[in-house]
């Protein structure tokens, strides 16, 4: 290896084989044509071989400086798939998340934003859908679902279980507060969320209300939405009150956005799950990823599970902050 012409010298002369020209050589390396003629001399004088033949301006490969390339140009063709082989590592670095689409909007994307934040060169690819994915075949490290979905992953934990609330926008009860659940249900517009829940528990208006005691039979909202944060979003722009998981809604809260009217909250039926590839924790920051949301989950079980009873009589209150 010591006998080696140094490398910028044999770069040099396979651009200017590849091209055939010294200005594009000197143009893909970022030096000028003189250097390019430099760096060809002294190849000739380390190996004391013709390469070029010049000729005025024109200057091309000798016989022997066409074998010289050849050879040279597979040289740097492997380090440029050696290069590319770390590229692409490092681009499969990215740590890629399905949860099902409310729940990403709502509560996982803004937090994943904050966990960059404390791991500056980790990179997410969050994506929010209802299907669920084959994490050992698809290109998927980890997945957020609901309930009887997690046995089809070899590798889960429980997140969290979840519990829904009545909230509506403050403007809302400017003009028409209810003073107990039972008005909250006859005078509100209520919006509604289908539930996909072979169970036929899903927490709707007609379980809250009886959740609360009150045997009103069936109670249909004025509008249902099929998913979660339509029918959130339609809350925000004042058109009703939801029953809101605070998963998503707590932001809201929070931010005054939303508020409370009767903090008499109902437990889901099933709990979130996280599950993840056989290969996940292969790529950087993926144990601090999964240790994070495992501590986020357990941290919104703590916050939200609590208090989660409530009187069916009690005053309507603009709970801004809940634990």
């Known amino acids: 290896m010591k006998d080696l012409p140094y490398l ?3 770069l040099a002369f396979e651009w200017f084989g590849r091209t055939g020209s010294m200005t594009d050589a000197a143009v893909a390396l970022g030096v000028t044509t003189g250097a390019i003629s430099q760096h060809i001399r002294h190849l000739e004088e380390v190996l004391g071989v013709k390469l070029v033949h010049r000729h005025g301006n024109s200057v091309r490969l000798t016989l022997l400086g066409h074998t010289y390339h050849a050879q040279l140009a597979t040289g740097f063709g492997a380090l440029r798939s050696a290069q590319d082989i770390i590229r692409a590592a490092k681009s499969s670095a990215v740590l890629t998340v399905s949860s099902l689409r ?5 509560w996982l994307g803004p937090r994943v934003f904050d966990w960059q934040g404390q791991n500056k060169d980790a990179k997410v690819r969050l994506i929010g859908d209802a299907a669920e994915p084959d994490l050992d075949r698809e290109d998927i490290d980890y997945r957020v679902t609901y309930g009887p979905n997690a046995a089809r992953h070899a590798q889960t934990a429980v997140l969290f279980t979840d519990y829904v609330v009545p909230v509506c926008t403050p403007q809302l009860l400017r003009d028409s507060a209810p003073r107990n659940p039972a008005e909250l249900l006859h005078v509100l517009p209520l919006i509604g969320i289908e539930w996909p829940n072979p169970a036929g528990q899903s ?4 379980q809250w209300s009886r959740h609360v005691g009150l045997e009103m039979g069936e109670v249909v909202p004025h509008m249902t939405f099929s998913f979660s944060n339509a029918a959130l979003d ?9 029953l809101g998981q605070f998963s998503m809604v707590s932001d809201d809260i929070a931010a005054g956005r939303l508020i409370v009217p009767f903090d008499i909250r109902m437990r889901m039926p ?9 290969s996940a924790f292969e790529k950087p920051h993926s144990r601090t990823f999964h240790r994070w949301l495992t501590a986020l989950g357990k941290a919104q079980d703590e ?6 009873s409530g009187t069916p009589d009690r005053q309507a209150t603009a709970t801004r902050s809940l634990t």
């Open 303 to 308: 916050a939200y599970g609590a208090g989660k």
């Open 8 to 10: 910028r010298a044999m």
């Open 102 to 106: 409310s729940l990403a909007t709502k």
């Open 270 to 278: 099933e709990p979130y799950y996280l599950a993840w590839s056989a």
């Open 234 to 242: 339609a809350t925000l722009y004042g058109k009703g009150c939801a």
């Open 203 to 206: 927490p709707n208006w007609t």
